[in-house]
């Protein structure tokens, strides 16, 4: 009898864990579902809250939460300035990162044509490993070449790519995805999964990133009207 009654004892705390697991990302703790920058960056965002995904095509996780994060920062619109980085960790991503600030300088880079990209990459598994091959794609897909080459070679791109590459250090940028909120809270699904010390699939780790954001977003503004 003695026994059963651990055993059901064991089995109780053991759903307790799992669900304060599960359910914590919408009350989340610093060291388990966000860490803080080690220097707090000055967010430029008006009177919304700065939120950053640092992020490259070449990344299927990162794949998987672009249109949740593209969705989410649509309806958090009006209190979010919503801005992405792609990084480049070696030589081999060079040209996704500056296809990215060429489209994105030109104007060219909407949601759609972002998700384009990636589908592209992550599911057709086009390369982008070269400059022609990036120039033939942009055409096949409706930019202007000439106009592309132009602006892909231009002094104004290659900074915005130094400045991406910066951010890496500013932002100890290790992995990717990784979303950081007002320039000093930082999640991701694999920090809230890592964590909790849960057995999460991507999806519910995706689903409790969003949560951290709504939260943190939330506690910023909070913050900010206490102080008026």
């Given at each position: 009898?003695m026994?059963l ?6 089995i ?5 864990v ?13 060291n ?33 939460l ?14 979010v ?18 296809m ?11 949601n759609?044509?972002?998700?384009k990209?990636?589908?592209a ?41 130094q ?5 890496l ?11 950081v909120?007002?320039?000093?809270f ?5 920090i ?8 999460m ?11 951290v ?12 009207a206490?102080?008026?």
């Open positions: 009898m026994t009654i651990r055993r059901f004892i064991a109780f705390l053991l759903g307790a799992a669900v304060t697991a599960s359910a914590r990302p919408s009350n989340p703790q610093p388990v579902d966000y860490q803080l920058l080690p220097v707090q960056q000055d967010a430029e965002a008006g009177r919304k809250v700065e939120v950053i995904e640092f992020f490259g095509y070449f990344c299927d996780h990162c794949y998987a672009d249109l949740p994060i593209t969705n989410w920062a649509r309806q958090h619109k009006d209190n300035l919503f801005r992405r980085v792609h990084v480049k960790f070696g030589d081999g991503m060079a040209m996704q990162q500056r990215f600030y060429t489209l994105a300088a030109m104007g060219e880079l909407t759609s044509m972002h998700h990209i990636f589908r990459m992550q599911e057709q598994r086009y390369p982008f490993r070269t400059d022609v091959q990036v120039f033939r794609w942009v055409e096949e897909n409706g930019i202007d070449r000439l106009k592309f080459v132009e602006m892909f070679n231009s002094f104004y791109v290659e900074s915005l790519c400045q991406g590459i910066g951010f250090d500013t932002y100890k940028v290790d992995g990717v995805p990784m979303v909120v007002d320039g000093r930082v999640t991701s699904p694999a809230i999964s890592e964590g909790n010390k849960a057995d699939n991507e999806q519910e780790a995706i689903n409790g990133t969003l949560k954001l709504d939260s943190l977003v939330n506690r910023t503004l909070k913050e900010r206490s102080k008026r």
